[in-house]
C-alpha cells in the first residue's frame, strides 16, 4: 500500500503526524543546507526502525544536533558525542551518531567545493538511484540504498514520494522537482 494510502490508516496521534509530513514536506525541495543534512541525518537514524518514532524525536532531534546546524554538528567533541548517547530524546546508536558528525563534516567539504549541499546535489543529478547510492556510500557514513533512496524521495530528486492520484502529488510537481529532469 503506498504511504499516500497508508496513512488515513493509521491511528492517533500517528496519523496526524504522518499526515502532516506527508502533505508538508515529502518529497517537496528543500533548499537549506541544514535541512537538506537534518533530513539525511534523520533517515539515517530511521535505518532498522520505524519513520513514526522518527517523526515523533524529529524537535529533540533537532534539540539534541543544534537544528541541524551543520557548522556546528561538524565541530561536536568526544564531549558532545557522550552527551548524544545519553540522550534518550534521539536514537542512540554509536554508528549513527558518529555518521551525524563525519557526514557534517564532509558537508562542510562540500560547501567548499560547490558552496552548497544542494549545489553538489544538483552537479550530480540526474542519477539512477543505484549510481545515487554508489555515490552517496564513497561520499558519507551510514548510507546504504534504503537512507539514500528514502532521502532522495523525499527532497524530490527521485520520484515515488506519492502516487499519482495523490492531490499533494500535484502540489509537488508545481515546484518542479529534480526527478522531472531524469533523462536516464
Known sequence: MAYC????????????????????HYGFAIHDDNELFGRL??????AGLSWDLILRKEQTFR?????FNIKKVAAY??????????????IRNKLKIN?????????LLLQKE????????QFHHPKTKAEWVKLFKKTFK?????????????IGYLPGA??????????????????????K
Not at 9 to 15: F, G, I, K, L
Not at 63 to 67: G, I, L, Q
Request: aromatic residues 10%; proline residues 2%.
Open 63 to 67: 534539540k539534541a544536533y543544534n537544528d
Open 5 to 24: 494510502n497508508h496513512i488515513s490508516s493509521m491511528a492517533e496521534p500517528s496519523r496526524s503526524l504522518h499526515q502532516n509530513y506527508h502533505d508538508n
Open 99 to 107: 555518521a551525524a558528525i563525519e557526514n557534517a563534516r564532509t558537508i
Open 77 to 90: 567533541t568526544e564531549t558532545d558525542r557522550e552527551r548524544l548517547l545519553q540522550d534518550a530524546g534521539i
Open 162 to 183: 506519492h502516487s499519482e492520484s495523490c492531490s499533494v502529488y500535484q502540489k509537488v510537481l508545481q515546484q518542479k522537482p529534480m526527478f522531472l529532469n531524469m533523462n
Open 41 to 46: 541525518l534523520m533517515e539515517i537514524n530511521q
Open 142 to 154: 551510514f548510507t546504504g540504498g534504503e537512507i539514500v533512496g528514502e532521502f532522495l524521495m523525499s
Open 114 to 121: 560547490f558552496s552548497s549541499f544542494e549545489k553538489w546535489l
